[in-house]
């Protein structure tokens, strides 16, 4: 399949409804919000949302605003992510982070505004279900303990713990798996229960999003030891500046490399008994970690 063609398809569908939930406004928070949901990013999360109902011959709009709900959690996270008292950056996508365009009191309400909009979006969504709201209220709660203090919020407060502390091997596999992993694993979860997914599925599918979550954050930190900020988008080299736990850090490069590759190859034997409709999602598993990790 043409990945990029597929990609950009989802995109445009994705941006539409994102249109539609946060329209433009003369208002400076809705100016800021709008700012950094719109900034140019590749939408991995709902797109897997949409890849994963295709699996399952679901129908893509009853997981569409669910979806769009998790990017909205996502940009949240990412404005939080490069404050001052986080990680204080610069850059993000190519241009200066909210804080820097808006100041950092209006990037922490643009942060707070998109993680409320992100549950109205989708407890809406449930809503129109009717008495079939079942799966929207299951994937909400969900998307809830993914995004809080059992899931990304979790990571993100371990991440910043395990600075300076010399961390090993398994603390920083739970930092990964909670900061970015939980949220990947609830956008694909969503799409498999919204598209109907039996129990079979839903739990293979389920393996596939173990895997590529952790692989994606495997892969930002060797992007972040040895790619340009052309390729990332961000300022690279901040993982070691900070001291922060990494698997670099921790294995080495070549050894990080392996273990992104075999993630991969566990992503890909989870979906062996899909069929075709799953080849998004296989060529999405690819380019996670083969951005990082050329073949």
Excluded: W
Aim: glycine share 8%; net charge neutral.
């Amino acid at each position: 399949m043409n990945l990029d063609s597929y990609l950009a398809r989802r995109q445009q569908q994705i941006d539409r409804y994102l249109e539609r939930c946060l329209p433009a406004a003369a208002e400076r928070l809705i100016e800021a919000m709008r700012y950094s949901l719109f900034s140019g990013g590749k939408r991995v999360r709902p797109i897997l949302a949409l890849a994963a109902c295709d699996a399952v011959a679901g129908e893509a709009a009853d997981v569409l605003p669910f979806a769009c709900g998790i990017e909205l959690i996502h940009t949240y996270s990412l404005i939080h992510d490069d404050l001052p008292a986080m990680d204080d950056d610069a850059l993000r996508r190519g241009k200066p982070t909210n804080h820097v365009v808006y100041g950092e009191a209006m990037a922490i309400l643009a942060g707070d505004a998109l993680l409320t909009e992100a549950f109205r979006v989708m407890a809406d969504a449930a809503l129109k279900a009717g008495d079939d709201c079942r799966r929207g209220l299951q994937v909400l709660g969900e998307v809830a303990k993914a995004a809080g203090a059992y899931g990304m919020v979790a990571g993100q407060a371990m991440d910043m713990d395990a600075e300076d502390t010399g961390a090993n091997l398994p603390t920083v596999e739970l930092i990964h798996i909670r900061k970015t992993g939980a949220l990947i694993r609830a956008a694909v979860r969503a799409g498999a229960l919204l598209g109907g997914a039996r129990a079979d599925q839903l739990r293979r599918l389920t393996r596939y999003a173990d895997c590529v979550g952790l692989a994606f954050q495997v892969a930002d930190d060797i992007l972040d030891a040895e790619g340009t900020t052309t390729l990332t988008g961000k300022t690279t080299g901040r993982d070691l500046e900070r001291h922060k736990a990494t698997f670099p850090a921790l294995l080495g490069l070549s050894a990080t490399k392996e273990r992104a590759r075999d993630l991969l190859a566990n992503a890909l034997r989870a979906l062996r008994t899909f069929d075709e409709r799953a080849e998004p999602l296989r060529a999405i598993a690819r380019f996670v970690v083969e951005r990082a990790c050329p073949p």
